[in-house]
C-alpha cells in the first residue's frame, strides 16, 4: 500500500500510461483504489492539472489490466481527452472538449512516438459531419497556438480551425475537399518533435477512430499455424419445394397478375402459382402465355421515351442542413396560417422623410423589410407569447427579441439575426442586415451571426413580387412571418362615385398550434398591423 502511494506521488517523472501500469499491475485493483483517488491523479498528470469543471470529460487509467479489460498492447496505446489543453478560442467564444475533438496518444509498441490526433470538431449546435474547404498548413510545418490549421465547411458556414498546441503537422489525414466527415473522426496528426515527422508517413487512423481497417503501426508477425486440413465437402444443390395451391375456392393472385389474365382471357384455375404462399404473379401469366404461344413481348409494351437530359447537383452542407430541418419542422410542428392585409401608404411616405434624412447624413438607405423588422420586434414585445418556443417539459419564453432575416444566396438559404432588434433604431438595423447579408452571400458568416433567433422574417414580396405565401416555421422558434408584396387597390368611398387608391401588403404568420393559440396570433398580427399602418408610433 505504501509502495504504491508512492507510485501516484511520483507519476509526474512517468511520461505515459504503461510506464505507470508496469509499476502497479502487481498491486489487486482494490488496494490501488484506495490510494488513487480521482483528484490526486488528475493533479499529477504530466500534462498539468485539469480543472474539476472539465472533470466529466478527463479519463485517466490507474487501475491493473484485468480490472480494466484491456491487454497490456492495447493499454499501451491508450488515449485521453483533454481538458484544459484543447479549450481555445474561435471568434471570441470558448470552445468545449465536445466541439474541438483532440486526443493525446502516447509511446506505443508499435513504435509510435507521442503524438496527438485532431478530430473534425463541432463548430455549430446542428453539426454532425463537416467538409475539409483547404489547409493552410502542410505536412511538416511547425504550428503555435492560435495559428489557422485548415478551414472547415460546417452546416452553416466556412469557419476556420485554430491549432491549440505548439508542435509540428506530421500528418494529414482528410485532405482538401474531404467531403461528409463525421464529428470526432480523425482528420490531422501533430506531433511535439521534429524528428518525429516522418514516422507518421505511411499512418493511418485504427478502426476504432475512423471507422476503416487500418493499423496504426507495422503489425506483428502471427505465430505460425500449421494448415488443416479439412475435407472438402460438395455444396448441396438448392432444390424448390413444390408449392401447392392454396386450399379452397379462393384463388390468389397479385393485381398485376390478374389485370395480365383479364386482358388475354387467361383462367386462373388453370394456373400454377408460384409466388409466395402459391400466389400467382404476373410471372406465371406470361410463362402460361408463353407455352400458348402468345406471350407478350416485354419491348412492345414498352413504349419508347426519349432519354431525358440531366445534370446531378452534389448537395451542398447547407442545403443538407435546410432539408433535413425544414422537413423535421413540417413533420413535427402543427402548422397554421394567419393572413392580414395591411396599408403601407403611410410607411412609404416615412420611408421617404427617413431617407432623405439618411442621404443628407452620409447614412445607408432604409428598405421596407427593416420597417417589417422594427415592427415584427416591437410587436413581439407588445405579445411575448410568440416570442417563445415548445419544449416537452416546458414553453420558453423568451425576454430577447432576436429576429432572424432570411437571405437567398448562390449557397443556399442563410438566416443571419439581429439581436434585440426592439431596442435597436431603423438605422442601426439596417446597416446589419446589409452587412450580414453581404457576408451570408460570401459565405463568411460565424455562427454568433445566425444562432440565437427567437423569430424569423422571410421577405418575398420586394425583392420577386410574391404576392402572398405560407413560410415553414424555423425550430426551435415557434412563428415565422412571410411578407408578400405592395400591391395599389381601389378602395369605395361612401358615395356612387366616390373612390381612391391604397397600396396593401399581404403578410402571413406561420404559428405552431402547441405554443400560439389562434387568438394570440391573431392578436400578434394586429399589433403588428398597428405599427405598419402607423409607423410613428415605432419611433416612440
Known amino acids: 500500500m505504501a509502495y504504491a502511494s508512492h507510485i501516484i506521488n511520483h507519476s509526474k517523472k512517468l511520461r505515459n500510461v504503461p510506464n505507470l501500469m508496469r509499476h502497479v499491475r502487481s498491486f489487486s485493483h482494490g488496494a490501488l483504489s484506495s490510494v488513487c483517488k480521482r483528484e490526486d491523479v488528475r493533479k499529477t498528470h504530466p500534462l498539468g492539472y485539469v480543472p474539476a469543471e472539465r472533470e466529466r470529460v478527463s479519463k485517466f487509467v490507474a487501475c491493473s489490466p484485468v480490472s480494466s479489460g484491456l491487454s497490456k498492447n492495447s493499454l499501451s496505446r491508450t488515449t485521453m481527452r483533454l481538458g484544459s489543453p484543447v479549450g481555445g478560442l474561435l471568434y471570441g467564444r470558448e470552445l468545449t472538449c465536445s466541439q474541438v475533438q483532440s486526443r493525446r496518444g502516447y509511446a506505443s509498441d508499435a513504435g509510435l512516438p507521442p503524438h496527438q490526433e485532431i478530430g473534425m ?49 506530421a500528418k494529414i489525414i482528410k485532405e482538401d475537399g474531404s467531403k461528409e466527415i463525421k464529428v470526432g473522426e480523425i482528420i490531422a496528426i501533430t506531433v511535439e518533435e521534429e524528428d518525429d515527422i516522418a514516422k507518421f508517413k505511411d499512418y493511418s487512423p485504427s478502426a476504432s477512430d475512423s471507422g476503416a481497417p487500418a493499423a496504426k503501426g507495422p503489425a506483428a508477425p502471427s505465430p505460425k499455424q500449421e494448415p488443416v486440413e479439412q475435407p472438402v465437402s460438395s455444396p448441396e444443390p438448392k432444390t424448390t419445394k413444390p408449392i401447392s395451391p392454396p386450399s379452397g375456392d379462393r384463388i390468389f393472385a397479385s393485381p398485376l397478375a390478374r389485370k395480365l389474365a383479364e386482358d388475354h382471357k387467361v383462367p386462373l384455375s388453370s394456373i400454377k402459382g408460384t409466388g409466395p404462399d402459391g400466389h400467382i404473379v404476373k410471372a406465371d401469366i406470361e410463362d402460361y402465355l408463353g407455352s400458348r404461344g402468345s406471350a407478350p413481348t416485354s419491348k412492345a409494351m414498352e413504349t419508347k421515351v426519349a432519354a431525358l437530359d440531366y445534370v446531378d447537383i452534389p448537395h451542398s452542407q447547407i442545403r443538407k442542413v435546410t432539408a ?8 413535427t410542428i402543427p402548422h397554421y396560417y394567419l393572413t392580414v392585409d395591411t396599408c403601407v401608404d403611410k410607411l412609404m411616405d416615412l420611408r421617404s422623410q427617413l431617407n432623405s434624412l439618411q ?8 428598405s421596407v423589410n427593416d420597417l417589417v423588422i422594427k415592427a415584427a420586434a416591437l410587436a413581439l414585445r407588445k405579445v411575448p407569447q410568440c416570442n417563445s418556443s415548445w419544449t416537452d417539459d416546458y414553453i420558453r419564453q423568451y425576454n430577447n427579441v432576436n429576429i432572424n432575416v432570411a437571405v437567398q444566396t448562390d449557397n443556399g438559404l442563410y438566416v443571419p439575426v439581429i439581436r434585440d432588434a426592439d431596442k435597436k ?47 415553414i416555421i424555423n425550430p426551435p422558434q415557434s412563428g415565422i412571418l412571410a411578407v408578400g408584396s405592395a400591391e395599389k387597390r381601389v378602395i369605395p368611398g361612401s358615395g356612387p362615385e366616390q373612390f381612391k387608391f391604397a397600396s396593401f401588403m399581404s403578410v402571413t404568420l406561420s404559428c405552431d398550434h402547441r405554443v400560439i393559440d389562434g387568438a394570440i396570433g391573431a392578436e400578434w398580427l394586429k399589433a403588428f398591423k398597428g405599427y405598419i399602418e402607423n409607423p410613428e408610433s415605432m419611433l416612440l
Request: glycine content about 10%; charged content about 30%.
Open 121 to 169: 470538431p463541432s463548430l455549430s449546435p446542428t453539426m454532425t459531419e463537416g467538409n475539409i474547404a483547404r489547409w493552410l498548413k502542410k505536412e511538416g510545418d511547425k504550428v503555435t497556438p492560435g495559428e489557422v490549421l485548415c478551414e472547415v465547411e460546417t452546416d452553416k458556414a466556412t469557419v476556420e480551425m485554430e491549432c491549440m498546441e505548439e508542435g509540428y503537422l
Open 359 to 366: 442621404e443628407a447624413s452620409g447614412g445607408k438607405r432604409i
Open 324 to 331: 433535413s430541418r425544414l422537413l423535421f419542422s413540417k413533420q
Open 425 to 471: 433604431g431603423l438605422s442601426s438595423i439596417s446597416e446589419e442586415v446589409k452587412h450580414l447579408a453581404q457576408k451570408a452571400k460570401e459565405n463568411s458568416l460565424k455562427p454568433e451571426d445566425y444562432e440565437g433567433g427567437t423569430f424569423t422574417v422571410s421577405n418575398l414580396g420586394g425583392p420577386f413580387g410574391i404576392k402572398q405565401f405560407c413560410a
